[in-house]
């Protein structure tokens, strides 16, 4: 073993460690019984009244002023008591004495268990002096904090302290320990600390060398949740492309109960570093959360691969010599009225895939969302006020959107014409009537500068491409000016449903929308240039949109009676709907017709024009265009079975789902001057056998599509085919599966019930199935993920004609985990991609559990993360730096 292992376990004991400590067991409540005798207080040393009992006897000796008590003797003296098998008191010395018993085969039984506070003591034999507060105690074992001090004599001060000799130091609770840490003398502060004298590590009764002079470790019995200040020592390793390294090694600072701050740093021989601060917080019944920020210095020895940008299986993105990460999550308790919450990651857009101490998840993830949020909701008030800070980035195109602020505010639906007659319950036309509002209010800035081209025309004053700026101080006259400020102001007024022809449900509602901004655009063709001229100008407006919607929907009911053996019963539920909707035309109002160019038309002997919006790509877009009177239509089907409970010989019936939702909807807009008909959207969902969730969903077009193109034409596809009402333009299917040993453990008690018992293989005698037997009570899980899209995109297939071009896109995830024995558990998660015709990122953790030790295995067996890491810790976070690591990580294979 390299020598340099030999540092954490130095460091270890030579300094504090920080340490989340257990507290103190629950005290044991002694028995008492029958035979019982209560000594008043007597004049002299003895400060307070000593009450004894004992299960056999109990014998006085008043010459000698001692009692002598056998069997299940039990003491309270104050704070302190005293249980054991035999026990002497002797008011002339004020000593108690107290020793065990052994029974017929030798064990022992009633070993002495002394108690003072919080503190508990078990021992072969104990003496202890009322009047000094002093004792001595032999073959000793007592908890301090979440480690054991085992001691053969052990000496009581009256401050509390405790004296060990030969003494040894574990966080095994086993009689007989694990591993402890072996010391001649140690001093110990009850609920405090220990010290001890030179030291070394003694692992399944094998001394070993590590060690050193003295050792300090802290036991407080005092439950913090931060834990206490101390050293966090570091971990050793070494990389390919950063060099040898100290990582996450700091301190730890408990400020208080609710607040734990952590100070660590990366160091590597190459010139890289890192510094982290992380903090943790709560609050009972208020508030808990965690906040870290990290910054990172990059420097490689190869300085012309540090611009690399691409990754392959031997290089990683090396953009950004200088990164950070800021990482927060705060989560209030659920109380009424205000609450504050927070979500954040963000940061450089290569800091997670450039710095190893960050998780697999955030550097496989491209894109990362935070929310910073207060919401304010009164249960006496129909307001509801929540404001928002929203940032979002994408690590790819590295573009950055905020939203800075945005703010809703909600009015629950209201019934004005209820306020003049309090007592009314509804029924009255008038008193139906509900009104609400609704406001969302938002400032975006964005580092991606789009383009405002137009299709068909030229442009003056327009962005001319597309880009994504980097964030600094130079271009933030840039985003600013760029950025976008709009309010939608909703005023939904429905009504409640209303019953007709009996079976009829009507809903009607109208709506009032208004959009507010403080810019639009103005556009003038100059002719000299043969384009129109883009102007922004600074200008409030106001986009008011209305209309009127009513919908009619009934419920249609159907049964069958099925003489299975189990399934005697289908019900069939169809819900049809109907829906109109009503907008007018504000075309003119939000637009214009803008001149394209000199050249008049030869076929109109018009001079071209082109509609173009005051508001184009603005935060809420410009409102429909074109007259509204759209018709809409849906179905939905729900099929349920009634079958024989398997459980129950009785007639016991339930109920089970066999299609839980089959609907279509599409839709006719009679003001369009084409391509009435909407395209008809359809999904299914069921569960199969209570565990395979089944979803899909498509889309049809009943429209023809250009042979070379793709474009849709204004001609039904049954024009061209009379077999071909619509055709598929995309679909989804998605299948997942839950599996676990309750499946597996029905079918095979039934399969159980089946079999003649007279012909029933055993295992005992049947070797062929012994060795196909498989016990499925082993706790395993086990969960399959598959998704598959088609799209369409009605282009004729030039190698085919007769088919049309389509893409397919595939894929398959599975993870679980399997839990060999009560001691070993295993996960797992990886997928397959049918594109590459590959794995994704696979890997497979074990863990052993070694009672006060345990171990944990990570492998990632291929791919660009290709890693593995072995680890064997002691259990107890007092211990937590005490571990042996071999790892191979992505950066150092």
Known sequence: ??????????????????????????PTVLPTDSIKVNQDSIQGDITTTIKYSAKDSIVFHVEERQVNMYGGSTIDYGDMSLKAANTVIDYNTNLISAAGAKDSTGKDVDTPVFKQGAEMYTAHQMNYNFKTKRGRTTGVVTRQGEGFLHAEVVKRAPDEAIWASHAMYTTCDLP???????????????????????????????????????????TPSKRKSTGNSGLIVPTFGETRELG???????????????????LLGDIYSFGSWNATLQSTYAKRYAYRGNFSASFSATKYPDEDASQELTTSAGRFPRAEPRSFWLQWSHTPAPKPGGQFSASVRAGSNFYNRQNYSNSIAN????????????????????????????????????????????????????????????NATGGNFLQDIAIAYNLTASNRITNAVQSNSLSGVNLIGAEPYDTVLAINPRNIPTFLRN??????????????SIRVLKYFSLSPSVFYNATTYFKQLDY?????????????????????????????????YGSANVNGKRLKMIRHQITPA????????????????????????????????????RYNNFLYGTPSQGLQSVVSFSVQNNVEGKIKAKSDTADTFEKISLIDNFSFNSGYNFAADSFQFQPINAQFRTVLFKRLNIFSSANFDPYQSHPVTGRRMNAFLVQQNLLSVARLTNANLNLDIDLNPEVFRRKQEDAEAKAPSTNRPSLETDEQLRQQYVDFTIPWTFRVNF?????????????NPDRTVSTTTTSLGFDGSLGLTDKWQITYNSGYDFKNKALTYTSINIHRDLHCWEMSIGWVPFGIYQSYSININARSSILRDLKITRSRTWQNR
């Open 524 to 556: 003038t063709y100059i002719q000299e240039a043969n384009a129109v001229r883009i102007d922004t100008l600074n200008k409030f407006s106001v986009l008011s949109t209305y209309g009127a919607s009513a919908s009619l929907t009934t419920r249609i």
């Open 176 to 218: 007989h320990p694990h591993f402890y840490i072996n010391s001649s003398r140690m001093k110990a502060y009850p609920g405090k600390k220990i010290f001890s004298g030179p030291f070394n590590l003694v692992f399944a009764d094998i001394p070993t060398p590590l060690g050193f002079l003295f050792g300090y470790f802290p």
């Open 363 to 422: 550097r496989l993830s491209p894109a990362f969302n935070s929310t910073i949020q207060y919401q304010r909701a009164d249960p006496n008030s129909p307001v509801t006020f929540t404001i928002s800070a929203l940032q979002s980035q994408n690590a790819t195109t590295r573009q950055m959107d905020f939203t800075l602020p945005q703010m809703t505010l909600g009015v629950n639906r209201q019934y004005p014409f209820r306020l003049l007659n309090k």
């Open 787 to 799: 998704t598959a899209n088609y799209f369409n995109t009605g282009q004729r297939d030039v190698n």
């Open 578 to 613: 109907i829906s109109y909707n009503y907008a007018p035309d504000l075309q003119t109002a939000y637009g214009e017709n803008v001149q394209l160019s000199d050249i008049v038309n030869s076929t109109t002997g018009y001079v071209p024009t082109q509609y173009l919006s």
């Open 1 to 26: 073993m390299r020598i340099l292992l030999l540092l954490p376990v130095v460091l270890l004991f030579t300094f504090s460690a920080r340490a989340q400590t257990a507290p103190p067991p629950v």
């Open 244 to 262: 040898f390294y100290l990582r996450q090694g700091g301190y730890y600072f408990a400020l208080n109960e609710n607040i734990g701050v952590s």
């Open 483 to 496: 950025a976008q400020f709009g309010a939608q102001h909703s005023f939904p007024i429905s009504m409640n």
